[in-house]
């Protein structure tokens, strides 16, 4: 007897163990909506980016590279004094390159060579825009590239656009619930799509602002950048409680 009562305990605890190591079969996926709300946040620059260059040409390429050197030199002092201490200037191109004539018949030959230089200025006194193209053009800039508006602190537009789009997608989701007769159990999952802040271009050509020294100083508008940003939301629903 003893040994059959023994044999049954083991028997029985063998089976808990392996009742409880069974995995518990799925449940049903819980019901969803998924909304995407969208948002945008209109900033005033207050950093914008001018990239100046010189362009010169000579028959040598040691010519061309000289002769864009002193020219260079000249706009980059013109610059920093229509500019002020607070501007920044770097280079962002150098480039040597040979120019070719094609003739009717026979191979491409080298007739000269092209020297470009490009300084990007950043200034944060946006006032000052139009005397440091003016200063620029003057003392022999020929390559005005474009002008790139920006904001210094990028987070605070950035964040400020994530909010309105959640709070948004969250009123879209808690309107679609309950137009269906239900109600939000929880918010599942949350994705955003928050760009960087790109600067505004304005593409300019140089030839715009050669004028007499006499003439006007060129007008820039800095207008306002956009800041977009995108927020999906999936929520649990449940029937509405009655």
Do not use: C
């Amino acid at each position: 007897m003893r040994i059959l009562l023994a044999a049954a305990l083991i028997a029985a605890s063998s089976w808990a163990q392996a009742q409880a190591a069974a995995p518990v079969p799925p449940g049903p996926p819980p019901a969803t909506l998924q909304v995407t709300a969208e948002a945008k946040v209109s900033e005033t620059p207050d950093r914008v980016y001018i990239d100046i260059g010189v362009t010169t040409r000579a028959r040598k390429s040691e010519t061309a590279a000289s002769r864009n050197a002193r020219q260079l030199s000249t706009v980059i002092s013109a610059l920093k004094r229509a500019a002020g201490p607070g501007a920044q200037l770097t280079t962002t191109e150098y480039s040597i390159s040979p120019d070719y004539s094609y003739p009717p018949h026979g191979a491409p030959a080298i007739v000269g060579y092209t020297a470009s230089n490009v300084v990007r200025v950043r200034l944060d006194d946006l006032r000052t825009i139009g005397a440091v193209l003016d200063a620029a053009t003057r003392e022999g800039s020929n390559n005005v590239r474009d002008i790139r508006f920006a904001v210094r602190d990028e987070q605070a537009p950035r964040t400020e656009a994530l909010r309105k789009a959640a709070v948004s997608a969250r009123q879209d989701a808690q309107a679609l619930a309950q137009a269906l007769g239900l109600r939000i159990v929880r918010v599942l999952r949350v994705d955003e799509q928050s760009p960087a802040v790109m600067p505004r271009p304005i593409y300019l050509q140089a030839e715009r602002f050669a004028a007499a020294p006499a003439a006007p100083r060129t007008p820039i508008e800095a207008g306002a950048i956009a800041v977009n940003a995108t927020v999906s939301l999936t929520v649990e629903v449940a029937p509405a409680k009655r």
